[in-house]
């Protein structure tokens, strides 16, 4: 697959630079620039990056970025089998639990939410950072939901770090993932706060509570530039062709007009020639 000259593969986190010594020098560098790839259109082309996350781990299996990167695209095409199986091989790797809670919501993806509510209660947790630990309360509760559990998922996702006025990476998508819960339990007034409260603290844009909060409060965007091209558009598509339509249509009723004349002319004549041979006669 193509890559633009721009990527180098010098983009990759240290760490991941430091896995790819291991291979050859100018292997090294395809892989790097592949999985650079992988990162860059991972969120506006899922498709795109899961392709070259195939040509990185044809070129380096045994590495265990390029099947962590692989992982996480196939998790974004949903292709979740495929996505548990690169998220344990990397594991197994690593020996990290960083990758629990997303291959804890793979069995989700795969119809088996039983199976993301045991993982959420494995010794694993434990040795996760926050922002892990966050992650996989989210996991949980969809997992909750996933089984008709809706009272259950609200509960799960009450927690100290709900409840923090602190904001951190994960705070946006904790609150949204309460407001949805309440929603969904028709505690309408309840789910408006913590929409709110989502927007606050969602400074990157990650989640759409702006538009869920609007929708509670009976507000509907419009969007100007559709405006704006339908009205740039009319003159040319509609008042233009109209405009030459009646042109036509007059020239064809002139047209029309003359040859009706012309008639009345003839006729005349033949009639006053008619008349003048009779006299003759």
Same mark, same amino acid.
């Given at each position: 697959?193509?890559?633009?000259?721009d990527?180098? +593969? $010098?983009?990759?986190?240290k $760490?991941v630079?430091?896995?790819?010594?291991?291979?050859? @020098?100018t292997? !090294?560098?395809d892989?790097?620039?592949?999985?650079?790839?992988v990162?860059?259109?991972?969120?506006?082309?899922p498709?795109?990056?899961?392709?070259y996350?195939?040509?990185a781990?044809?070129?380096?299996s045994?590495v265990?970025a390029? %099947?962590?990167?692989?992982?996480?695209?196939a998790?974004?095409?949903?292709?979740?089998s495929?996505?548990l199986?690169?998220?344990?091989?990397?594991?197994?790797?690593?020996?990290?639990?960083?990758?629990?809670?997303?291959?804890?919501?793979?069995?989700?993806?795969?119809?088996?939410?039983?199976?993301a509510?045991?993982?959420?209660?494995? !010794?694993e947790v434990?040795?996760?950072? @926050?922002?892990?630990q966050v992650e996989?309360r989210?996991?949980?509760?969809?997992?909750?939901?996933?089984?008709?559990?809706?009272?259950?998922?609200?509960?799960?996702?009450q927690s100290?770090?709900?409840a923090?006025?602190a904001?951190?990476?994960?705070?946006?998508?904790l %609150?949204?993932?309460?407001?949805?819960?309440?929603?969904?339990a +028709?505690?309408?007034?309840?789910?408006?706060?913590?929409f709110?409260?989502a927007?606050?603290?969602?400074?990157d844009?990650?989640t759409d509570a702006?538009d869920r909060?609007?929708e509670?409060d009976?507000v509907e965007f419009?969007d100007a530039? $559709?405006?704006?091209?339908?009205?740039? +558009?009319?003159?040319?598509i509609e008042?233009a062709?109209?405009?030459?339509?009646?042109a036509?249509?007059?020239?064809?009723?002139?047209?029309?007009?003359?040859?009706?004349?012309?008639?009345?002319?003839?006729?005349g004549r @033949?009639?006053?020639?008619?008349?003048? $041979?009779?006299?003759?006669?």
């Amino acid at each position: 697959m193509p890559i633009p000259e721009d990527v180098t +593969g $010098d983009e990759l986190d240290k $760490d991941v630079k430091q896995e790819l010594q291991s291979l050859p @020098k100018t292997l !090294a560098e395809d892989v790097a620039r592949n999985l650079v790839m992988v990162a860059r259109l991972i969120d506006e082309d899922p498709e795109g990056a899961y392709g070259y996350s195939r040509v990185a781990l044809r070129l380096a299996s045994r590495v265990a970025a390029v %099947r962590e990167a692989a992982g996480f695209a196939a998790y974004a095409n949903q292709k979740f089998s495929e996505a548990l199986a690169e998220f344990r091989a990397a594991r197994r790797m690593t020996g990290t639990v960083d990758l629990w809670p997303v291959m804890a919501d793979c069995e989700r993806g795969l119809g088996r939410p039983e199976k993301a509510l045991d993982m959420a209660g494995a !010794a694993e947790v434990h040795r996760l950072d @926050k922002a892990g630990q966050v992650e996989m309360r989210l996991v949980a509760a969809g997992a909750r939901r996933d089984m008709g559990q809706l009272d259950a998922a609200i509960v799960t996702l009450q927690s100290p770090e709900l409840a923090s006025s602190a904001v951190h990476p994960w705070t946006a998508r904790l %609150r949204y993932a309460y407001a949805d819960a309440l929603l969904e339990a +028709g505690r309408e007034s309840e789910a408006r706060e913590w929409f709110a409260k989502a927007v606050e603290s969602d400074r990157d844009g990650s989640t759409d509570a702006s538009d869920r909060l609007a929708e509670l409060d009976g507000v509907e965007f419009v969007d100007a530039l $559709d405006e704006d091209a339908a009205d740039e +558009g009319e003159p040319v598509i509609e008042t233009a062709p109209e405009a030459g339509e009646d042109a036509d249509a007059e020239a064809d009723e002139a047209d029309a007009d003359a040859d009706a004349e012309e008639r009345q002319e003839g006729t005349g004549r @033949k009639a006053s020639e008619s008349v003048e $041979d009779g006299d003759e006669v």
